[in-house]
Nanobody
């Protein structure tokens, strides 16, 4: 029942911007953490940005100063604003969430979005 739906990927030129969104739906009690990972061909999936319940954020060094993660708690949605995009940012971006859900009582579980392609041309 719980799922993460991503949107906002696409093709942009270097220096351009994109905003990714990830909406969690289902019987969600609380969002403990949400974040964005990316995976380029031949590389491991790596954390790009994350935000925990307190609002604390963290970013990969490669995106600091260019990307901003934010959330709308009322909509159970997390966003990734990506500015000054570089060809090195090209990857499939995956939303990740640590959720407490209703399933015969509250239970913590991790979910992944389907991935959205971001391609930055030079």
């Amino acid at each position: 029942q719980v799922q993460l739906v991503e949107s906002g990927g696409g093709l942009v030129q270097a220096g351009g911007s994109l905003r990714l969104s990830c909406a969690a739906s289902g019987s969600i009690f609380s969002i403990d953490a949400m974040g964005w990972y990316r995976q380029a061909p031949g590389k491991q999936r790596e954390l790009v940005a994350g935000i925990i319940g307190s609002g604390r954020t963290n970013y990969a060094d490669a995106v600091k100063g260019r990307f901003t993660i934010s959330r709308d708690n009322a909509k159970n949605t997390v966003y990734l604003q990506m500015n000054s995009l570089k060809p090195e940012d090209t990857a499939v971006y995956y939303c990740n969430a640590d959720l407490t859900i209703y399933s015969n009582g509250p239970k913590k579980y991790m979910y992944w979005g389907q991935g959205t392609q971001v391609t930055v041309s030079s």
